[in-house]
């Protein structure tokens, strides 16, 4: 069975070139659009097609004439004007028939599109400093990035997930200095940390680590030599260390892109050379500045400091301009929030180098403040500045901290409570919606203990779930195909977490109030592949938030 909305677009569309025949409507006619009314009462679909149509004219009585010229439809129960001119359609049960039966049978593509058409994006996130742990902030950037990847697969686009690794600059510089300061200590030498540099004790263990390979045979070199060296060797450990990390958490990366290698190809210098061209570049006080002023920003931008060194928006630049060499024909960036005051400036810089501004979208994922026992858990010494990942994934598991991270929008600061994503409860968001996947579970297992045979979901007589939770579930399970491209275009994870948790609720409602197996063949089948279907569409939704659904809990 097509979309609903294909089928009900078809007969509106009918209806109205019909009214058009009958000289009731000039002009092209439009393409129906269709949207789920807020009240039950108003039915399932709506359209305002008649108030687009009317161009002025009387929308109530094109509404009228559109009623009375749409084609019969097995779909259809009823159809009412409301308002200024809208169409609510109430549909027969068969829609919903078809819902479950879609829902429940494997392979059927249900809750997919191919609305991207095929749209190739790159999804660029965590992106972190190699110079330390992966912390909490990254793991909330993680959960989001692969949450919004897999929604955007799911409708049909193709994805490339990306890592950029920041390896070339001043901070890559005192990341060698002081592992190389940590390096002398721990050959019982004199040498303190740069000012600036990384002071969290994790650099003790790392350059141990270290030493194991390389004894003292760096002791005598060049302190440059012996900084540089030791700041490659560890900036490979830190980045493997990452890797592993984000792996646990279940996030894996297409590339890991170098920052490096944009300075070695001289593609930051190819990128300056364009932003010249466009006249919009200037020096002063021994500087390059680029006159970002001109495209909203609230003052002129450095590109190449003084001292000869590119800044992190002609490195920004570049890259901009290599992925779109690649082929990818939209960008998504997702920062922390330290860079929100980076985004007016690097997009006056896409502007710049010729690009479309709205292929290039940057949202920033906002801080996450663990709590325990309502206060704040402090960062650790070993670690520094930053609660490590490890100790949030150790601590909850992987499961729990997705999604959570995922329950409010991205844009929003998120006050993360330790001791709710331990508890096995149902106040627990994550454990209420993996106990509803185990339940149905244990339920099919029931049903096959008891001698009932596997249900066909194409065949089961559907027709006989005529209780009101039965149909508040298939109504629930309906919605499922609009929350999916949905929270794709808007880039919004979080509609998928709400609605699981509602759908879980309504099958508690329903499992309260209709026994699944009992001496009824027929009605046991029925809601048996209702049960399937919503075990289907529970993990089908977790498994795009990266979350497992077990079947035993």
Known sequence: MAEVTELLGAIVTEALDRAKADGLLEGEVPEPTFERPRRKDHGDWATNVALVASAGGNPRSLAEA????????????????????????HLSPRWLHDIVTRAATE???????????????????????PTGPVNVVSGRQAAVGDAISSLLEATGHEVTREFYVNDAGRQIELFGESVGARYLQLHGQDAAIPEEGYQGEYLVDLVKELSDGLGDELL??????RNKKLGRIA?????????????????????????????????????????????????????????????GDDKDRVLVRSDGTPTYLSADAAYVLDKFGRGFERLLYLWGPDHHGSIVRFLAAVESLGLERDRVEVSIVQVV???RGGEAVKSSKRAGSIVPLEQLIDDVGPDAARYIFLQRSMEAPLDFDLDLAREQAPENPVFYVQYAHARICSILRKAADEGVAAVDATSAPLERLEHGSEDDLMRALATYEDVIPEA???????????????????????????KVVTEDADLTAARLALCVATKNVIADALSLL?????ERM
Request: charged share 25%.
């Open 235 to 295: 900036l490979d450990t830190m980045l493997a260390q990452m890797s592993a990390t984000l792996e646990r958490f279940g996030t894996t990366f297409d590339v890991w892109f170098s920052e490096r290698t944009l300075h070695e190809a001289g593609e930051v210098e190819a990128a300056l050379e364009a932003l010249r061209a466009t006249g919009r570049v200037y020096e002063n006080d021994g500087a390059v500045w680029f006159r970002s002023s001109d495209l």
């Open 220 to 225: 005598n070199a060049p302190a440059d030599e």
């Open 66 to 89: 559109i009623v009375e010229r749409l084609p019969a439809s097995d779909i259809v129960r009823s159809v009412e004007v409301a308002g200024p001119g809208f169409l609510n359609f």
């Open 107 to 129: 392979g059927s593509g249900f809750g997919r599109s191919n609305i991207g058409n095929g749209e190739k994006v790159n999804v660029e996130y965590v992106s972190a400093n």
């Open 488 to 514: 794709a275009y808007k880039r919004a994870p979080q509609r998928v977490t709400n609605y699981i948790e509602e759908l879980a609720s309504t099958f508690s409602s329903f499992y309260r109030d209709c």
């Open 369 to 371: 403040s663990l709590m």
């Open 546 to 550: 990266g979350v497992s659904a077990p």
